[in-house]
């Protein structure tokens, strides 16, 4: 059976929407399942009815994604993204293939095919998911030539040579579309693209360029996309389908971009027009909070603990009698009551996320959402700890739980180029996060158990790593002593 090429778009009578002679005027950072079934199913459905006729240039944020761009182009860059859930009540089931990558490269193999990106008159948009722990800044040399490993570098580093090439016209900004869930991430990464131009030496007038004629928008994303389905599903579509896909990739039918900024941007973007639920508005806070503190931050309370546990699947774990209880009661009585918003409002949507969990079509690969699982945590659930902290009341024990757990995840040491952990019951896992952080991490882990100190001493370290939360979380009363207790109580034989 051949993989998915352009022959099947032919097939399917889709070959005029799949065409590769559009202007690339969108430039893609960010190769992974998210934006592959969110922002590119977005562009495919507005190609589709002819509203958005630019299209897509993707590459990846780290070295490490230079695999998937090799499987992107193996297919002629195309990929198959099934709609499956439930829509009101009803279950659907729809097949795209998705079209709308006119390239896909390597920005650290072809350094000056991204420069000359960059400066093509015909782009106008940048759009990015390169996780929590990608709009961050870390100082980096600028050696001309050579490629910039940080994402917001990059940024720098290639708006200098747009504002070069245009003689800083103000009309040659691009507009950036930050999707990563960083509060205000817009400004998050505007402000890191103004420390690299500070740090390199770049022109005061570059750097006011950056503000004044380009745009970097703050958004909220919200959609579940598991990704691969299990083998099973997929061999089963392939079968029917008559072709194989490596990037095979699911999502729920449910989709929410929240974007801050002037409704009259929608006729440069225009996705609401082409019945998607994109939403321009003049506060983002009230969809980023109750998204990011329920829905990602119960992401991120069962992840350790399902792997951990031997669980794969949020579903199964939502299912789970004792994690499914415990990861609904964390979020309704411990994380709702620290927000800000109608208590009525935050439990009814508590209630929907839980259901979207429960969707029987989708699954959801706890592996896949532990990745950088340290800065998420940070972002998702370390408000919700700090509301108790601030007020001087002790953590509640579904948080403490959460983050034992996190921190027992993260019990790694170092196996070549990778970290591996290991499960209640022996078995090993791989850790993806970064590099810095894992190691941090493993050295503490590693010094216990050299050293044989107490699990009290061990947690106060591991919430000492400042690097790590922003803040010494071993000054918190209690807490250390709280995940000790936890770690013991696993230890004697109870599981999560």
Same mark, same amino acid.
Not at 198 to 224: H, M
Not at 243 to 263: F, K, M, Q, S
């Given at each position: ?29 960010? *190769? ?5 079934? @969110? ?52 279950? &659907? ?18 350094? /000056?095919?991204?420069? *000359? ?68 991430? %817009? ?28 745009? @970097? ?50 006729? /440069?973007?225009?996705?609401? /027009? ?5 939403? #321009? ?71 929907? &996320? @839980? ?49 034992? $757990? ?11 180029? *990778? ?23 493993? $050295?503490?882990?590693?010094?216990? %158990? ?9 947690? %106060? ?14 000054? #918190? ?18 599981? $999560?």
């Amino acid at each position: 059976m051949n993989k998915l090429n352009r022959q099947q778009l032919t097939a399917a009578g889709a070959a005029e929407q799949g065409r590769t002679d559009a202007p690339i005027t969108v430039l893609q950072i960010g *190769e992974g399942n998210f934006l592959r079934g @969110f922002f590119d199913w977005m562009v495919h459905e507005s190609r589709k009815q002819g509203l958005f006729r630019g299209g897509v240039a993707v590459t990846q944020p780290r070295p490490s994604g230079k695999p998937k761009i090799e499987a992107l182009n193996g297919q002629d860059r195309l990929y198959t993204l099934v709609i499956r859930g439930l829509d009101n009540g009803e279950p &659907v089931e729809r097949r795209e293939i998705v079209s709308v990558f006119a390239e896909a490269f390597d920005p650290y193999g072809e350094w /000056q095919r991204m420069i *000359e990106l960059a400066v093509s008159p015909d782009l106008r948009f940048v759009v990015s998911n390169t996780t929590e722990a990608g709009i961050v800044y870390r100082p980096e040399t600028l050696t001309e030539g050579e490629p910039i490993v940080s994402f917001p570098g990059k940024i720098a580093y290639l708006l200098y040579r747009r504002y070069l090439a245009f003689d800083g016209a103000s009309d040659r900004g691009l507009l950036f579309l930050p999707c990563e869930l960083v509060e205000r991430n %817009g400004d998050a990464l505007r402000e890191s693209v103004l420390q690299y131009a500070a740090d390199w030496g770049l022109p005061e007038a570059f750097r006011e360029w950056v503000t004044t004629a380009n745009r @970097f928008l703050n958004s909220l994303v919200d959609r579940i996309v598991a990704g691969y389905p299990d083998q099973e599903q997929a061999e089963a579509w392939f079968a029917e389908w008559g072709y194989r896909d490596d990037l095979l990739c699911v999502a729920e039918p449910y989709h929410l971009w929240a974007i801050e900024g002037e409704p009259e941007l929608g006729e /440069q973007l225009p996705f609401a /027009q082409a019945g998607l639920n994109v939403v #321009w508005t003049d506060s983002l806070e009230p969809y980023r909070e109750r998204k990011v503190r329920i829905l990602n931050g119960a992401h991120t309370l069962m992840t350790p603990l399902g792997i951990l546990g031997g669980v794969e699947h949020v579903r199964e774990l939502m299912e789970h009698e004792t994690l499914g209880a415990f990861v609904r009661s964390t979020v309704r009585e411990e994380i709702v009551p620290t927000l800000p918003y109608p208590q009525e409002e935050m439990e009814a949507y508590a209630d929907e &996320v @839980f259901d979207r969990y429960l969707n029987p079509f989708v699954r959801h690969r706890l592996y896949d959402i532990a990745m950088n699982s340290v800065s998420k945590f940070k972002v998702r659930l370390l408000p919700s700890l700090e509301h108790y902290a601030r007020k001087g009341e002790r953590v509640p024990d579904g948080l403490a739980k959460g983050l034992a $757990a996190l921190l027992r995840y993260y019990r790694v040491k170092k196996d070549g180029a *990778e970290y591996r952990g290991t499960a209640f019951d022996g078995r090993a896992y791989t850790v993806r996060d970064d590099a810095e952080a894992l190691e941090k991490l493993a $050295a503490v882990w590693d010094e216990a %158990g050299r050293t044989g100190e107490s699990p009290e001493r061990t947690a %106060g370290r591991l919430l000492a790593c400042e690097p790590l939360w922003g803040q010494d979380l071993s000054q #918190w009363p209690g807490l250390a002593a709280q995940v000790a207790q936890i770690w013991a109580e696993w230890t004697k034989g109870e599981r $999560a």
